[in-house]
């Protein structure tokens, strides 16, 4: 078969200014909906290059092959016996598998099979040329970009994420035909919306990206992104001051501009009196600014802004950045003004008027149900912290009233720290206000403090106690309500702490909280809640832990977090051992013969035959309570030690002792032998679980 000639294929789809957020899953989109149709026309594009500025999105093809691949197709027919009468002439299925194939009889082959020989075809397709399919390949593309909030414009029936001004489609010199809404594809392009300088005529891509640049537009989102490092670098430079770190905005940032040009700006040293974190939220999320500090971590009054254009007085376009900070820093001030003239206390009427959710009371039962549910945890971990986490917990959703959380919602906890600061409550109060929304995501920070970790807890718990007293359980595509995160961030806080504490009987006083019952019984709720929670630590876990460790860890029991955490390490610990796998086998080999059997005898020692038999037990009797009193300490590589030193004493025990044998009375009491050690094992994970 001949080689298939390559050549350069470069897609742009003109809009209207994309969401920045958008941008990046756009380009993803883009390759797979492309690749995914070319799979189904079986070629392979080999390396896809996808790129967005706000007004296009781009796909380029370096060598994509002009047609299929020609390819041998191979088809079984009916059997010889089938195919022909007696006389030897082509039978009715003969020449019609024949005619199916576009062969004649004649041309048909044989196969011999072990069930018979049949009629065979084999030809060479050629494949067709790629310019046949491109316009279906390039509609598909198109219509694979599936945003959230895609819009219908003009009179079209069409729909896309902002309005398609213009379409390029070339493969190999030629435009791709191809009309979508009322846009038909040709090869003009446009550039910076006021720094281009006319259509441009695209003919390859490193032209087209040439004139693009000439044109005021970056194309490669990883240039813009570059270019506004440095213009940040030299900001630094010439200010002798730091940007603060921000990758999140600085990503927004470059799917905001297609020609990005950083500028500073200033605002009165007043504002400074601001919570660091309302100045930076005020920057960040309203205005897109990048926040500055000193040496020290304290925020200058200055701001590094991105423009998108090229001002003949770049002072006039700073002035005009620095008019509209401060009309929002303004409204800031005084906002936390008038906030300061109340404490905590007094914004707690305003949270009757607030929903929690429907069926669930309002914020100001649910900060009831956090004060009290935070208290019981500290009587059960730190009882000289109940008081503080008492006044956390009611104090926790406070800020939620105030007028600067209600015009800056990502203010929430950081206004109610500040607040509380300001009069006068315990720092532990107020730091557990702050922390008890900590972590929100993933990855996110901790609490730092444990009152701030038992109104965490505590919050989460009444959440996920109330969802799913409603019924209201996530599905394996819907998660409204974000209770995996919670559930997740329930767990790290548990593992990171160190808190023996049962997730059965934390949900219990969750579920206790509400003072009321559900559809579902208490017990099938927390049961409910348990196996849901226990799904999110075996994810959590596997993410540091080999997959098989953790199902062993949490076979036996997984309400204790903590324990489960520390039974994985120490497994882990093990199979650091040059005999990491013979003592496996041997856990194994005593758990497994248990399995399926009827257990309920007790070991009878005056029915021991075989000397091995005693000297197992008495090995057995010497450790089981230092490993029962090491499992209960949470000291499970002790516990792990001591059930190593047995390993000899049952290999032995294997080699001359029948378990199995034909004596139902002598069976059944080695079972039991077996089914006590195999017991203090099951303490620590279900070895069987582990491949060795």
Same mark, same amino acid.
């Given at each position: ?433 702050? *922390? ?5 995501? @993933?990855? /996110?920070?901790?609490?730092? #403090? $444990? %009152?701030?970790?038992? =109104? ?91 997959? *098989? ?5 949490? @076979?036996? /029991?997984?309400?204790?977090? #903590? $324990? %489960?955490?520390?039974? =994985? ?98 069976? @059944? ?24």
């Amino acid at each position: 078969m001949a080689e298939i000639r390559t050549a350069e294929l470069i897609i742009e789809i003109g809009t209207e200014e994309l969401p920045a957020r958008m941008a990046p899953s756009g380009m993803r989109m883009m390759e797979a909906g492309f690749r995914k149709a070319l799979k189904a026309l079986e070629v392979d594009p080999g390396q896809v290059a996808t790129y967005v500025t706000p007004r296009r999105l781009t796909l380029h093809v370096k060598a994509l092959p002009v047609a299929q691949a020609d390819k041998i197709e191979e088809k079984r027919g009916p059997s010889e016996q089938a195919a022909f009468g007696p006389d030897g002439a082509p039978t009715r299925a003969a020449e019609g598998f024949a005619r199916s194939v576009g062969l004649t009889v004649d041309q048909l082959g044989r196969l011999e099979t072990n069930k018979g020989t049949y009629l065979f075809a084999k030809k060479e397709v050629k494949g067709r040329p790629l310019t046949d399919f491109l316009p279906r390949v390039l509609l598909e593309t198109i219509q694979g970009l599936r945003f959230p909030r895609s819009m219908h414009w003009g009179d079209e029936d069409v729909v896309f994420v902002r309005p398609i001004q213009w379409i390029v489609a070339i493969f190999d010199g030629t435009v791709i035909p191809l009309t979508y809404g009322d846009v038909t594809t040709g090869r003009t392009t446009w550039g910076h919306r006021f720094h281009g300088k006319g259509p441009i005529e695209v003919t390859e891509f490193t032209k087209y990206v040439a004139d693009l640049l000439a044109n005021g537009v970056t194309l490669d989102p990883e240039a813009r992104t570059q270019r506004i490092r440095e213009g940040l670098a030299a900001l630094e430079a010439k200010t002798g001051l730091t940007v603060v770190p921000d990758e999140g905005l600085l990503l927004e940032v470059t799917h905001l501009v297609e020609h990005p040009i950083v500028l500073e700006g200033e605002f009165s040293k007043k504002y400074l009196e601001l919570p660091r974190e309302t100045l930076i939220t005020s920057m960040r999320n309203h205005q897109k600014y990048f926040a500055i500090q000193d040496a020290h971590g304290k925020l200058a009054p200055r701001f590094g802004v991105v423009a998108n254009t090229e001002a003949k007085d770049p002072a006039v376009v700073a002035k005009g950045n620095e008019r509209v900070l401060r009309a929002r820093l303004e409204d800031a001030m005084f906002f936390l003004l008038e906030d300061r003239k109340k404490t905590l206390d007094d914004f707690l009427p305003g949270l009757e008027g607030q929903l929690f959710m429907r069926g669930l009371g309002t914020m100001a039962e649910k900060s009831e149900r956090i004060s009290q549910l935070a208290t019981a945890l500290a009587g059960e971990v730190a009882p000289e912290l109940q008081d503080s986490a008492r006044r956390a917990g009611r104090l926790a959703k406070a800020d939620l009233a105030t007028a600067m959380v209600a015009e800056f919602a990502e203010l929430q906890g950081v206004m109610g720290r500040e607040y509380a600061r300001f009069h006068g409550e315990p720092e532990a109060v107020a730091l557990g206000i702050y *922390e008890h929304y900590l972590p929100k995501g @993933a990855d /996110d920070d901790l609490p730092t #403090t $444990d %009152v701030g970790a038992f =109104v965490a807890v505590a919050d989460r718990l009444d959440t996920l106690a109330g969802t799913f007293g409603l019924g209201l359980i996530p599905t394996s595509t819907k998660d409204p309500y974000a209770l995996r995160r919670a559930a997740l961030g329930l767990l790290r806080i548990l593992i990171d702490r160190g808190w023996a504490l049962s997730l059965e009987r934390l949900y219990g006083m969750a579920l206790d909280g509400y003072g009321r019952s559900f559809d579902d019984p208490k017990d099938a709720l927390v049961k409910k809640l348990v196996e849901f929670t226990g799904k999110r630590l075996k994810v959590h876990l596997a993410g540091s832990h080999a997959t *098989e460790l953790v199902d062993a860890a949490m @076979a036996p /029991d997984f309400t204790g977090v #903590t $324990d %489960v955490v520390q039974r =994985v390490e120490a497994i882990e610990a093990l199979r650091g051992r040059p005999d990491y796998e013979p003592l496996i086998i041997a856990f194994k080999r005593v758990i497994n013969i248990t399995k399926k059997q009827d257990l309920s005898s007790e070991v009878d020692t005056d029915l021991f035959e075989d000397a091995q038999e005693s000297v197992l037990w008495d090995a057995f009797g010497e450790v089981s309570g230092q490993v029962d009193a090491a499992c209960d300490a949470g000291d499970f590589p002790r516990a792990l030690e001591l059930l190593t030193s047995l390993k000899p004493v049952i290999d032995k025990y294997f080699d001359d002792v029948m378990v199995m044998c034909d004596d139902d009375t002598q069976r @059944a009491n080695r079972l039991a032998t077996m089914a006590a050690i195999g017991a203090r094992f099951m303490k620590i994970a279900d070895f069987t679980r582990i491949l060795a």
